[in-house]
């Protein structure tokens, strides 16, 4: 039986009626982890042991009399920025190659109480500064549809274990594109919740007025699905709003005649690919099709994002990242002769090379004399980018737009262009310092520019919905429609590898 890249639902109904049992369907997605992560590099830990512990939990549960929650028994991945407790936490980063969490994240939780099962803890950016996941310190992760080409970051590892049937669905987070851009070249569906949708309680910080825990999955109904268990408030983040969770996936509605969609001008650059470029405006056909009306917008202030972004990004970077002093937890080096060395050859030794840009970045940033000039007034940027938003939102109910400007680059590509991961988060910088959400999925593939490919019918190309702020309804309704019309989310790459 062909399991894989079967919905949740379907896991679910296999699970009930006895078809399967979780411990049987761990060990499906373990055995393809170990035929081909050594190639594709999208764990960073297997929690083999624990994970069939968890999965004949799961089955005595299923075992006894009443209704299971939906995710029971069923196998999951989550970026190593979530803590475990009892299981390693590395941020794909050498200074904390060893911490084990005494805690759970708040999502992680969720997750336990719904007795889903933990197959291990997936690759990154470190501390998910940047957008090709070759900034791990464990080595990057590889595009399943070409494992010479990256699969995005930061949350790189999800995307491959998601994309190559690895895991039914993974944890991520987003702060600048790290869920869409990853989505989107490795051919899977990737949801970015409204800031504040689901709790930051346990989730390695990154940019703390940007970070935004999502999934990974395979089908905009796995995503609604998802949604409705790890959203919430939660008392351990001050952050998270007490809106209505609602009831996602019972509420999807495929018919959207007469929705309002905005195409922002300003995201149909001459600089996408022309390929990809095409795809996004099949898409957005298919959409008009359905009923829908599609209104050219604008959003002028787009071209400051990236320029807002590089500023408040490593200024937030560089206090989270103060917290790492070789004292506390983490790697602390054996090499100081006072406590200054500690402090400085622990870091030193710890961090990577974009960690170490950023921090000196921000904290010059924050530094006196250059607060008023850099921090506060990119702050005032950022407010007239939300107020842009919400403005454009009086006109139309969504926006579409292309996920990424191009299909995935070569591996090696981001890092001889050290802007390469502003460059392509602009599609989804602006709206993720406006705190809004958006969904990315498959709209079909294109040709590369840069030679040729693995795959034969080229790469993917993802169609990313953005809504206002608690708008999640409307962008799972939106994708959706376009997934009960096409199946571009059911075509899976042929992984010509492995043991």
Known sequence: MQLEYLELTELRKLLDQKKVSSVELTKYFLERIKKYDKELNSF????????????????????????????????????????TKGVRTTAASKILDNYIPPYDATTISKLKEQKAVLLGKTNL?????????????YGPAKNPWDNNRMPGG??????????????????????????????SVSGITGWKPTYGRVSRYGVIAMGSSLDSPGVMVNSVVDAAQIAEIIAGHDEKD???GRNEVLAYSKNLNSDIKGLKIGMPKEYFTDGMEAGAKQKVLNGIKVLENLGAKIVEVSLPNTRYGQMVYAIIAPSEISSNLARYDGIRYGHSTSKAKNLMEV???????????????????????????????????????RGLIIREFAEVFKQVDVLAAASTPSVA????????????????????????????????????FARPTDGETLSMDGLPVGLQIIGPQWGEQKVFNVGFAYQQVTDWHKKHPALEFGD
């Open 44 to 83: 960073i830990t297997v929690t083999e042991k624990e994970a069939l512990e968890q999965a004949a939990v799961a089955d005595d549960f299923i075992a006894s009399p009443g209704e299971n929650p939906f995710l029971c028994g069923i196998p999951y991945a989550a970026k190593d920025l979530f803590c």
């Open 125 to 137: 950016d470190q501390f998910a500064h940047g957008s090709s996941g070759e900034t791990s310190a």
């Open 154 to 183: 930061s949350s790189s590892g999800s995307t491959t274990a998601v994309g190559a049937g690895l895991a039914p669905f993974a944890l991520a987070t987003e702060t600048g594109g790290s869920i869409r851009f990853p989505a």
């Open 238 to 240: 001050s952050t998270t």
């Open 343 to 381: 402090y400085t050859k622990s870091r030193a030794e710890g961090f990577g090379d974009e960690a170490k840009r950023r921090i000196m970045t921000g904290t010059y940033v924050l530094s006196a004399g250059y607060y008023d000039a850099y921090y506060k007034r990119a702050q005032k940027v």
């Open 409 to 444: 680059q070569k591996l090696g590509h981001a890092a001889d262009d050290p802007l390469f991961g502003y460059i392509v988060d602009q599609l989804h910088i602006p709206s993720s310092l406006a705190g809004l959400t958006a969904m990315t999925f498959p709209c079909g």
